[in-house]
């Protein structure tokens, strides 16, 4: 627990055991805004006093009494007389309480924002290929979670929030994971090698397979070489994709990767492989979504609004990916059985040996 978000907690709860008449313009500070249980059930018993009521030589027993009536053990066990004191006389002002709230408050929205993308991370990494679009579920449920904590935020006083809400003094810089979290090369092999040997598949994934999708750069040359080749209405094969590949940056698939390419072609698996192209693309990066979410919410510089329109805008390449995931899903030319479709009578050319491809990339 960071020590400065334990002091505001400590500091927010002493200011109202001090001035316990102020607790009812607090109830701005959600119980679950405490980093710790203790301190979060402390808070709810509170609340549930009318101090009104209550002398003020009364308020340390009238707050045991409630604590007494919280149903876990453990928690009553460490919200002790001597605790609270130490509560009591943790608060430097007890007049800057709206503040030491605030705190509280952003301190809770970093945790939040950094156990979404520890979330996001977990799914994207222990997920199954085709569970992809089920996994992209939880953006919604984390987008949810996002304006839920704006809405928190935003019920503090404005007098408050203009003192915290402060814009960072530098660009936040953040580190770049080092590896993807999923990749899956035979199929982005199949894929473009079943495209080469027969290119009137491209209108069946053209519409949802991406260049970005591929791991392998020089896979997603070929791609998008083949793609414009289409567009244009222009022959496809070995010569006019290497040609076409030529004029654009990056990787360059050598003659031995293109001819590789196209003698491994079988016809009538690009949507079928394609799938687990995108699925594989999709959760590497709602992984990137949740390690850029996680990596924001652990630098203190940036102020609540500030991280909240951060986390959303980490999340739009995610988002983007539900539509593509659904759009595959609703294309009938999608291979839906459990082994690629065979060859039609139409096809001229012999297919490949029913095993793995092996293509030296």
């Not at 987008?143 to 408050?160: C, F, Q, Y």
């Not at 530098?170 to 290119?199: G, K, M, Y």
């Not at 079928?272 to 979504?289: F, K, Q, S």
Request: hydrophobic share 40%; charged share 25%.
């Amino acid at each position: 627990m960071n020590r400065r978000t334990r002091r505001a907690e400590e500091a927010l709860l002493g200011a109202m055991l001090f001035r316990p008449e102020a607790l009812p313009a607090m109830r701005w500070v959600p119980a679950g805004a405490f980093s710790s249980p203790d301190l979060g059930a402390l808070w709810t018993a509170m609340q549930s006093i009318d101090f009104r009521t209550v002398p003020t030589n009364e308020v340390p027993a009238a707050v045991t009494a409630a604590v007494a009536r919280i149903e876990d053990q453990g928690l009553r066990r460490c919200l002790t007389p001597s605790r609270i004191a130490e509560l009591a006389s943790a608060c430097p002002e007890p007049r800057n309480a709206a503040l030491y709230g605030g705190m509280t408050v952003e301190a809770a929205i970093h945790r939040s924002v950094e156990h979404a993308g520890n979330e996001l991370r977990h799914t994207a990494q222990h997920a199954e290929v085709d569970q992809a679009g089920q996994a992209l579920d939880q953006i919604e449920r984390t987008g949810n979670r996002l304006a839920a904590l704006d809405s928190a935020w935003k019920a503090a006083p404005e007098t408050v929030r203009n003192l915290l809400d402060t814009p960072a003094e530098e660009p936040i810089q953040l580190a770049p994971r080092t590896t993807r979290a999923r990749v899956d090369l035979q199929a982005e092999a199949e894929t473009v090698a079943s495209l080469l040997w027969q290119p009137r598949q491209l209108p069946e994934v053209t519409g949802w397979l991406r260049s970005a999708d591929f791991s392998d750069k020089r896979l997603a040359a070929v791609y998008e070489a083949m793609t414009t080749l289409h567009d244009r209405h222009a022959p496809i094969d070995t010569v006019t994709v290497a040609w076409e590949a030529a004029r654009r940056p990056g990787a360059q698939p050598s003659s031995q990767v293109l001819d590789e390419l196209e003698r491994a072609g079988m016809g009538g698996t690009a949507a079928y492989t394609g799938e687990h192209v995108l699925g594989a693309a999709v959760l590497d990066r709602l992984d990137a979504t949740g390690h850029h979410m996680r990596d924001l919410a652990l630098h203190p510089q940036l102020a609540p609004t500030a991280l909240v329109d951060h986390a959303e805008q980490a999340m739009q390449p995610a988002i983007a990916d539900r539509e593509r995931v659904h759009q595959a899903e609703r294309e009938p030319e999608l291979a839906r059985d459990s082994e690629p479709a065979p060859v039609g009578p139409a096809d001229t050319q012999p297919t490949a040996p029913e095993h793995e491809m092996e293509i030296n990339l």
